[in-house]
């Protein structure tokens, strides 16, 4: 069935997003993600059918809470896919990566079936270990790859290049691991669809025919649609998509990444920029998330947390840059910020507020009130000026605190189906072992919300009102004590 028309997809969008919101489905900030790609990926894996999109997300909710019995972000806590003890060991037994990106800005992501030993990975380390690493490596797809590559490309990226390498992978090889390739399988294509763009299977051997038989049925039919089985004349048809300089000489590239220990641990690739030190932070609490936002929108860049900053500052600025001094303080014809300089205390009593600016809880007595009244008739210029001065300060006030005030999150959604069982402890990489399907070829992209204050000014005073001003000021104090 073809897809719809891009105008019928953005309006299926808009009531799959509705319709998630009424059912408590999704919050600002989940980390499964709330951009319209994220939404998309969704509705295309599901062939824009609303309801069995919407039971797919409620699925994966449900899963990203409960995985492994603490929940996937928890566990995204806890276990560093790019840097945990038993790594290297892990990635002799079974190596799989991620590692730079093609001509089109897709991220690679290389398989050596050929290395897989599954009893000496079982001496490393568990098979319960190894599911968790399995898992977090496939929550690093969505939450840190694709959004770095985006950032690099300066676009969407869609999904991963999958190149997976048979070279000396057999039958026995395949029965070792069949249990959890097809795990693997179940948890990508379920929980993160659509993030494979292309797979390409290079030195498919001759009894790769009979390993296809097993695998092909585990694979939706979005998937089959990406596959291209190459023999071993695969280096031009990789070259035509990668550039040599990113491609492992293993598979017929130029890359080595000499300086890392080799390609397959090397983690070479833009997802690794300031990384040690946005893990750091993120795990302070220092950042809202992991992953990088695009070019200048960053939590790091400056954009999100030093343009209000930077505003702020221009503000404080041009409120240094016009402060009232003996020398302008006789002029009344510019425009100043409300603070005012101290001024020297007359021997006179100073004059209260008119009453229509004394708050009702602190009314003087009457004959404070008579009084109010009488300095009120003889400075009308006074108390008009400090009302405008309230309204501006209280205007200002009112911004500031929006500002500083973040939104609230909603609960966490408590429903959703159970978890699929797996009669594995351990699966391939959910995002890479084969990939997951196509991702989204969507215009819509991670919303930024930017807020910024305006400067408010008030008519500059001479030095006289602005006496007046701290003498209202000072007796307003009084009459509400």
């Not at 009453?355 to 008579?370: H, K, L, N």
């Not at 391939?428 to 399907?437: E, L, N, P, Q």
């Amino acid at each position: 069935m073809a897809p719809p028309s891009k105008e019928k997809q953005q309006e299926i969008l808009k009531q799959f997003r509705a319709g998630l919101e009424k059912q408590d489905l999704i919050h600002e900030g989940d980390t499964i993600g709330t951009d319209d790609a994220t939404l998309l990926r969704f509705l295309r894996a599901r062939q824009f059918d609303l309801k069995a999109a919407t039971t797919m997300w409620a699925n994966c909710q449900h899963w990203r809470r409960t995985a492994d019995g603490i929940g996937i972000d928890e566990l995204y806590r806890q276990l560093d896919p790019y840097d945990y003890p038993e790594r290297p060991q892990v990635f002799d037994c079974w190596p799989l990566w991620f590692h730079k990106t093609d001509k089109s800005g897709r991220p690679l992501n290389i398989h050596h079936f050929g290395g897989i030993n599954m009893p000496e990975l079982y001496k490393h380390i568990t098979p319960a270990r190894f599911w968790q690493t399995i898992v977090v490596n496939a929550e690093s797809l969505t939450r840190e790859v694709l959004p770095a590559s985006a950032r690099a490309a300066g676009r969407h990226i869609d999904g991963t290049f999958v190149i997976v390498d048979l070279q000396g992978f057999g039958l026995s090889q395949f029965w070792q691991m069949k249990n959890l390739a097809r795990d693997s399988f179940q948890i990508s294509q379920d929980y993160f669809p659509e993030t494979m763009a292309q797979l390409a299977i290079i030195n498919a051997p001759a009894s790769f025919t009979t390993i296809w038989s097993f695998i092909k049925p585990w694979l939706a039919k979005e998937t089959l649609a990406k596959i291209d089985i190459l023999g071993a004349d695969y280096r031009a048809v990789l070259l035509r998509q990668i550039p040599a300089e990113n491609l492992p000489a293993s598979l017929g590239g130029t890359c080595t990444c000499a300086e890392a220990g080799g390609c397959k641990l090397s983690n070479a690739g833009p997802w690794m920029e300031r990384r040690t030190a946005r893990r750091e932070k993120w795990l302070r609490g220092e950042r809202t998330r992991i992953g990088l936002g695009m070019e200048g929108a960053d939590e790091d860049d400056g954009v999100a947390d030093l343009q209000a900053a930077g505003q702020d500052h221009e503000r404080e600025e041009s409120m240094e840059g016009t402060q009232l001094d003996d020398s302008i303080a006789e002029e009344d014809s510019e425009d100043v910020f409300v603070d005012a300089p101290e001024e020297p205390q007359s021997d006179e009593p100073d004059p209260p507020p008119p009453p229509d600016v004394v708050p009702a809880e602190s009314q003087p007595e009457p004959e404070e009130q008579r009084r109010a009244a009488d300095v009120a008739r003889s400075d009308a210029d006074a108390g008009e000026v400090f009302g405008k001065a309230s309204e501006a300060v209280n205007a200002a006030g009112e911004m500031e605190e929006k500002r500083a005030t973040p939104p609230a999150s909603s609960p966490e959604s408590a429903v959703g189906p159970a978890t699929p069982p797996s009669d594995s402890a351990s699966a391939t990489s959910a995002a890479s072992m084969f990939g997951s399907g196509t991702s989204v070829e969507s215009e819509g992209g991670t919303r930024h919300h930017r807020h910024s204050l305006r400067k408010i000014k008030i008519p500059r005073v001479s030095m006289n009102i602005g006496k007046k001003l701290k003498s209202l000021s000072r007796e307003s104090s009084i009459a509400s004590s």
